[in-house]
């Protein structure tokens, strides 16, 4: 896969750049994504796992599932990709990372600013008092986590379908992408919403829009370039193919 040259001019004069990404960004590091062929979403069932429904009516079925997941990220370590998204903070004069991703390889990676639009799994409260419960303290004798203040239930702080977007992340999502000069999208299908907005909102705005995937999705028609190819091999070309586009062009 090259690099298009004037891919590598535009960004040599960007100013903002953001990067958002989804599950295909982990994939490489061995985490399943969602919709592919043999996805998460191919023989679950997300009503009944990612869901406030779901969880109300079987919150052990939902706790036996982010457990798994829990133990699978728990083993899983940042892929290629995910260093490179790490290192270009410090190579654009403004770099915006988003994800729809709840694995925190990215903060495992060195991204120290990680807009989480969708939560994550590490973190918990309870679904009544909302009083935050850090880490597994309460996963380990795998009985349902109660909260000791208020009896309620103790549950992954991810935001399941139906849910509000944390305000804080999506703000701040929706800014970069109207104030950048280039979005990446990033191994994600563009399915979910309102996250699928955002290379929208930043193409309305006049930004360049970028897709790396190694499949079409329904963004694949509004990009202006596409890196078809795995983010583990196309974020680090593109990176060091950048750093040389500079050298020679200084
Ligand atoms: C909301 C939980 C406002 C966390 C997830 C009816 C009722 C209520 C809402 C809705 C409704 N109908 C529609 C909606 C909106 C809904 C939505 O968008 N539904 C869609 C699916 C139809 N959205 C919501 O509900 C959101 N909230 O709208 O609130 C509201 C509130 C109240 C009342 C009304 C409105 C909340 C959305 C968050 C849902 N949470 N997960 C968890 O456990 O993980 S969704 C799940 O999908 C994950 O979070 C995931 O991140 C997200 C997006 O998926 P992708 O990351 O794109 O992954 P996917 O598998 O789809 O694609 C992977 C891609 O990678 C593929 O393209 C593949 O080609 C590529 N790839 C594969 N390998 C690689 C690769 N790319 C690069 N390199 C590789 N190696």
Redesign the pocket.
Known sequence: MKIPEKLLELLSKAQHVVAST????S??SGIK????PD?LWSKLKPQEL?TIEGFMANPELVWSWYRQRLDIISKTVPNP?HYALAEMEGVFPKFTLIT???DRLHHKAGSTIVHEL??N?VENHCQQCKRNYEGDVFLSDKKLPICPECGGYIRPS????????PHGAFTAGEYASRDCDIFFS??????????ASLPIIAKQFAAVLVE????K?ILSNYADYRLED???KALPKLLEEYKKYIKENK
């Open positions: 989804g599950a295909g960004v994939a490489e994504t969602f919709r592919d996805g990612a990709g729809q991703n709840v969708h939560g799994i991810v935001v399941w379908f139906g849910e509000t977007l990033i191994g994600t299908s563009g399915e979910v919403q309102p996250a790396v995937n190694p499949n999705t795995t983010s583990g």
